[in-house]
């Protein structure tokens, strides 16, 4: 069987935050209009179906994911408290060139020399604090910065938060209430030691567990529990327990740095600020400076990044505001963020571990990867424990070798990649890694193809597996439920060789399979049940109704991707034309080059695909484009990048309409990236689309587009 692999397709990561955007909208119809959308069972099992996915791509884990609250228990088991002022995000400088445009911008902007306030950026969670003539009456998250949620029992509990603050500071005399605003963040200590708690808990389950299972005694099997990926995590999860006695035991602490109005109190800049703050009672981050000019914000920006291992917490970047409160008001807020102050983000990290294993994994086409796995190490806020090494040309260049110490880093900011090896502290008799000359799934011998290795085996189960799971992926054939597992026993079970089994399965079958080793509280086997396989069964339906260029995507023909697959479907409309074609003709098409048309003749020039096209055919599936409302190519050329939730559509009906007029979507955003759509709760894409000027849409400026395909007036 193919390993599972920590790396998520696009798909996988499309799923998630769909499933992200679905259950925070069920959890508000549930708890806040009093109206479910969905059943309970329904609910339960999108959960579980984003524990799984983030669960198998850690990378995919974020602290605002619905997973990340109690039990899987709403948010909204908290009160909701409206800010009274915004609280808003900050613009991201991702290098110093982002920086200095930065501060080039303000500059210009004010017109005048510049006071700069840099402070450290603290990787927790937001929290606004609010004091009426001294004591503390509120405490809330952040929220979607105009609402967030009433932890105020849980702020409680943080040691470093006073109750009441110094008479000295003068509150006490202030009529109206004021908002404090800083971070809640788990110290790194904190964080070792809940892990390690969690971990001792997870032995004693798993030790129950056994016995169970071996007769010894009777219960239920019990879920290990999740270790928290970072402090960030950890910080949020634990603010966010509903017994604020929890709260009190994960050893938060915070740090204060802003106010949400400044009109009561005698301070006119924020390093005074942070002064007052201090004298009222508050923690405040000692590692502040004051500079005046733009040499020492970046000398500051440097300083910080030399600081950071050596800190008992984590920051993930330097915060520069420009100090004085009036200029500040001068130069005011874009929608999302302050104009006067900008986050500059560390570069990512690199970090040494050493390497344990070089693992093999076979992909869908047969082609096979090796992957070096390690001890868990935490790279930019999240741990990982396995990292591409792409093929067997680049580790025999990179010469990693078991037990070496091994640098990794995140490509891109989001893949465990592995940077080299250090020679000088490699273990005496260490031996390169060979490349495997057998398939680890069927045993059958590999051959060179480029720079990979592929297993050629028709029958190979790992390949097998894959393009099982590729067919009913989203973007492919979309068939909901069929997970990993169900393949898994389907497969076992007989009942799965290849995907057009799926057409051929019983209701009365599917609802009798096993879930794997899962037992019921009596003891019963577990198995899929009547409803779900109804449900099952309909989706395997309806995909006979998705079009050609899906069905062309879920054959797995390797180097065709969604885009391309759709690009063949237009361009030849039908998979008889496209089987009869020759390499030149699909060197044609825009966007196809030599390997890819070869590819696709290679592909139908084995008699098992023709036969498998056939089969295809008569279970139903379309075979043809429909090409009769095509629209006009008004967005060919552009780039959209959509994120956040939609209501109207979702995100991939979305983006098939932006395509129908020949626009091209992508899943992140680059200088490249013509226009980003955000809805409600988009995050770091939007940040970057701002940081790099990228201009940002509406859901409303969508619907006009898709609606006339022209672009909005500008
Ligand atoms: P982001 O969440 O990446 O948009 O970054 C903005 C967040 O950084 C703010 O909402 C704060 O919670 C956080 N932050 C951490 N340290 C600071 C600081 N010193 N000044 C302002 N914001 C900070």
């Known amino acids: ?219 239920r099997r019990a879920a290990l529990k999740k270790p928290f990926a970072n402090c960030r995590n950890a910080a949020a999860g634990s603010l966010r327990q509903k017994d604020a006695s929890i709260t009190a035991e994960r050893g938060l602490s915070t740090f204060v740095y802003a106010v949400a109005d400044a009109a009561q109190l005698p301070v006119s800049s924020q390093h005074e600020l942070l002064g ?49 409160f009036a200029l500040q008001a001068e130069l005011g807020f874009t929608a999302k963020a302050p104009r006067w102050a900008i986050a500059f983000k560390f570069p990512p990290e690199e970090k040494t571990t050493i390497l344990r294993s070089v693992a093999v994994q076979v992909g869908r086409t047969g082609a096979c990867t090796p992957v070096a796995e390690f001890d868990p190490t935490v790279v930019d806020g999240s741990v990982v424990s396995r990292a591409t090494l792409h093929n067997y040309d680049e580790l025999a260049r990179k010469d990693v070798r078991i037990g070496d110490t091994i640098i990794i880093h995140k490509a891109g900011d989001v893949i465990p990649e592995v940077v080299g090896a250090i020679p000088e502290l490699r273990p005496a008799g260490a031996l390169p890694v060979q490349a495997p000359t057998a398939c680890p799934s069927c045993g059958s011998p590999l051959h060179r193809d480029g720079a990979f290795l592929r297993c050629e085996s028709a029958e190979c189960p790992a390949q097998a597996a894959e393009r099982l799971e590729h067919w009913v992926s989203r973007g492919a054939l979309d068939i909901d439920g069929m997970g990993p597992k169900v393949i898994e026993a389907l497969a076992a079970a007989g009942k799965l060789r290849d995907v057009v089994d799926y057409y051929a399965l019983r209701e009365d079958e599917l609802a009798q399979l096993k879930r794997g080793e899962e037992t019921n509280a009596d003891g019963s086997e577990r198995v899929l049940g009547a409803k779900n396989a109804a449900k099952i069964i309909a989706q395997i339906n309806a995909s006979k109704e998705q079009p050609f260029s899906s069905v062309l995507f879920g054959l797995g023909i390797r180097n065709i991707g969604k885009t391309t697959a759709e690009a063949l479907a237009k361009a ?137 395909g022209q672009l909005p007036a500008e």
């Open 1 to 219: 069987m193919a390993e599972q692999f920590g790396f998520p397709t696009e798909e996988e990561a499309a799923r998630v935050e769909e499933l992200r955007a679905l259950i925070n909208q069920a959890r508000h119809d549930y708890y806040v209009n009093d109206a479910p959308t969905l059943s309970d069972a329904a609910y339960d099992s999108l959960e579980r179906e984003l524990r799984d996915l983030e669960e198998r791509f850690p990378l995919l884990a974020t602290d605002d994911s619905p997973t990340c609250t109690v039990g899987g228990s709403a948010s909204s088991s908290f009160a909701s408290v409206e800010h009274a002022v915004r609280m808003y995000s900050l613009d991201n400088a991702m290098d110093l060139d982002e920086l200095d445009a930065w501060l080039q911008r303000t500059r210009e902007a004010a017109g005048r020399p510049l006071r700069y306030c840099c402070e450290l950026k603290i990787d927790g969670s937001s929290i606004a604090l609010t004091y009426h003539h001294g004591v503390l009456t509120r405490a809330a998250t952040r929220g979607d910065g105009t609402t967030g949620e009433d932890v105020t029992e849980n702020i409680r509990q943080v040691a470093d938060v006073p109750a009441e603050l110094e008479p000295i500071c003068g509150a006490w005399a202030f009529d109206k209430p004021i908002e404090l605003r800083g971070e809640v963040f788990m110290p790194r200590s904190s964080f070792r030691q809940l892990n390690a708690q969690i971990a001792r808990e997870n032995d004693a389950i798993k030790e129950r567990n056994a016995q169970i299972e071996l007769g010894e005694i009777s219960g």
């Open 276 to 324: 007052w703050l201090r004298d009222a009672g508050f923690s405040v981050n000692p590692n502040i400076r004051t500079v005046d000019t733009e040499e020492e914000v970046r000398a500051f920006c440097q300083h910080a990044l030399e600081l950071r291992d050596s800190l008992g917490y984590d920051i993930d970047g330097v915060v520069v505001k420009v100090d004085e």
């Open 572 to 708: 030849f409309g039908s998979i008889d034309a496209l089987m009869e074609t020759g390499v030149d003709a699909l060197c044609q098409v825009d966007g196809i080059g030599e390997v890819v048309a070869q590819s696709v003749v290679d592909f139908f020039a084995v008699d098992a695909n023709r036969q498998l096209v056939e089969r295809l055919r008569q279970a139903g599936l379309q075979m043809e484009a429909d090409l009769s409302d095509a629209k006009p190519q008004t967005l060919a050329g552009l780039t959209f990048v959509l994120t956040g939730s939609l209501e109207r559509y979702d995100r991939t009906t979305a983006e098939g309409l932006l395509k129908e007029y020949g626009a091209k979507c992508s899943g992140s955003v680059s200088k490249k990236t013509s226009y980003v759509v955000a809805g409600p709760g988009a995050g770091s894409k939007l940040a970057k689309a701002q940081s790099l000027g990228v201009p940002v849409l509406d859901e409303e400026a969508l619907v006009a587009i898709i609606e006339t």
